[in-house]
């Protein structure tokens, strides 16, 4: 009897034995790739492109997506790269996927990166591909002793539920050597599932600052203007008086989505009354602003200047026309973002700095004497692309006014 009972402590044991080996094993000081690889604003079109071929379907139909290796590595880096700083790289042959992955981690005692390499195939006449090779650094596992390992670690985490999101709707996937082949159905629950799960700052350190947001708009007097720093500046003495060197990079990021929350979702009930927020009276820099730095300390700047340049070049084409003035906001932004959570002593220092500002000056340089409302033809026959030498100019220009203001010199 007293070996029954201790047959689940020895399992619980082994488990957690071998979760430990995939982590020593698979962090590194050294990443297995080298992590290079840039994405362009083309980039960054092909992959949204690419990850958006799912809603060409209707909802309760059936629909198939063929992605190439091509395909597959630009969208496999560009999800990556929205949430660490890594390297994927994804090849095909003999009929299976395989995965070489690096990922930058926060700072630890173990090691900067995890470095990890998987294959999945179609076993014994599968539709859906399973893992048949997985090493965590050096250590080779066992395919199906590191599948239970990862699936009970899922299962038993709140990423359970991610993990049902991406692959619910996928109900076979064909794989050669040249591309492979997804077979999908999205449905209600799956959409309704993704806007609960993707809902920014559901933490209770959140509804502190959502709370403390309500406040101000509630003592905001309607007949001036809501300053992007009205929001900044006590949010930011909140966070430095709440949190320590250890938590405060965190606490930013909290921070920072909140305000993102609040400005670019006016329809968010939780916040009422609601007025829009400004920079130099205008309610869109505001939103690039508080936009990019959102998406920089969520994932990265590169990326957050990425998709800036992309908006603007849509815009070009359809739209309010490129703009350098919604372009400033965006790098300022990305630049705030960056120095909010770059270590512990920059989202401290920058937490102190935020609860004494004047007004929104100190954070974002006056961009209106920039060119801006150009239509593609106008852009192109002044600046040509994104590329050269004139449109360069003008992006180093904006980089030395964003780092002659206050908030970037402290």
Request: proline letters at 4%; a neutral charge.
């Amino acid at each position: 009897m007293k070996t029954l009972l201790r047959l689940p402590l020895y399992c619980l044991a082994a488990l957690i034995m071998m979760v430990a080996m995939l982590v020593f094993f698979g962090i590194s000081d050294q990443p297995d790739l080298p992590l290079d690889w840039a994405i362009t604003q083309a980039d960054v079109s092909r992959a949204k492109k690419i990850l958006r071929e799912g809603s060409k379907t209707r909802l309760d139909e059936i629909g198939t997506i063929e992605l190439s290796q091509a395909d597959l590595n630009l969208s496999a880096n560009y999800l990556l790269n929205r949430f660490s700083k890594g390297r994927a790289l994804i090849s095909l042959k003999e009929n299976k996927i395989k995965f070489i992955v690096t990922a930058t981690l926060p700072e630890n005692f173990l090691g900067k990166y995890l470095n990890i390499t998987f294959r999945l195939g179609n076993e014994n006449g599968s539709q859906l591909p399973t893992l048949t090779k997985f090493k965590a650094g050096k250590l080779l596992l066992p395919s199906k002793v590191a599948a239970f390992v990862i699936e009970t670690v899922i299962k038993h985490t709140p990423l359970n539920e991610y993990l049902l999101l991406a692959t619910d709707p996928i109900k076979a996937v064909a794989i050669d050597d040249e591309k492979i082949t997804i077979t999908y159905h999205p449905s209600k629950y799956t959409l309704k599932t993704a806007r609960e799960l993707l809902t920014h700052n559901t933490t209770d350190q959140a509804t502190v600052y959502q709370n403390k947001i309500v406040e101000i708009t509630r003592q905001h007097d309607p007949d001036w203007r809501l300053s992007l720093a009205d929001l900044f500046q006590p949010l930011f003495a909140l966070a430095y008086q709440r949190s320590s060197l250890e938590t405060a990079v965190e606490e930013n990021r909290i921070v920072i989505n909140t305000i993102n929350d609040y400005v670019n979702n006016s329809k968010n009930t939780q916040f009422s009354p609601y007025y829009p927020a400004f920079l130099y009276k205008r309610i869109d820099l505001a939103q690039h602003f508080i936009g990019a730095a959102a998406i920089t300390a969520s994932v990265n700047s590169q990326m957050a200047e990425a998709l800036g340049e992309e908006k603007e070049l849509q815009d070009a084409q359809s739209g309010s026309g490129f703009s350098f003035v919604d372009l400033t906001a965006d790098k300022a932004g990305t630049r705030f973002g960056a120095l909010a959570i770059a270590n512990p002593n920059s989202a401290r220092k920058l937490q102190q700095a935020m609860s004494t500002i004047k007004d929104y000056t100190d954070f974002m340089p006056d961009p209106r004497t920039l060119p801006e409302h150009m239509d593609e033809a106008t852009f192109t026959k002044r600046y040509g692309s994104v590329n050269s030498e004139a449109y360069r100019k003008v992006s180093a220009e904006i980089d030395a006014l964003i780092s002659a203001t206050s908030i970037y010199l402290k």
